[in-house]
């Protein structure tokens, strides 16, 4: 799996004009799945994701998870970020899983997120074509591969 966690100070996904998500202050994560992902990259992220200190304490430190700040989470399918782009100049994603194998990962990576954090997280619709907005709080950006775990 991969994932992209935005920090933002808003965020949110609307579908065919309709409002489907929205946060204040918390986390956007985008996340590409692929057919070799299973239960442990799930567990490893899902921990990775709410115990990351990316968020500032009183003295502006980056010392605070999403879970110690109690913010708020989108989290996004998003097939492209399994994209290729070693060869030619048109990414290849070849290495996104199709939609019945990525939907129940997904879902369960949904399921653990809310487990762990202790509160319910707000999601885009899978296979949609969606429109994402947000403001990058900092920015900060951070990406993670759970086959490349650095």
């Known amino acids: 799996m991969r994932a992209v966690l935005q920090r933002v100070s808003s965020a949110s996904v609307e579908i065919k004009g309709k409002k489907v998500a929205g946060i204040k202050s918390g986390l956007l994560v985008l996340v590409g799945i692929e057919d070799a992902d299973n239960n442990e990259d799930i567990s490893w992220l899902s921990n990775k994701i709410i115990n990351l200190r990316i968020f500032d304490d009183e003295n502006k ?83 993670i591969d759970t086959k490349n775990k650095e």
Do not use: C, H, W
């Open 61 to 143: 430190i980056p010392n605070l998870s999403v879970k110690d700040i109690v913010g708020e989470m989108i989290l996004v399918s998003q097939f492209t970020l399994q994209a290729s782009t070693k060869k030619g100049n048109r990414p290849s994603y070849i290495k996104a899983s199709k939609g019945n194998v990525a939907l129940p990962l997904f879902e369960k990576l949904i399921v653990q997120i809310e487990n762990d954090l202790g509160r319910k997280i707000q999601t885009g619709e899978f296979g949609e074509d969606m429109k994402v907005d947000l403001v990058n709080d900092g920015p900060l950006t951070i990406i």
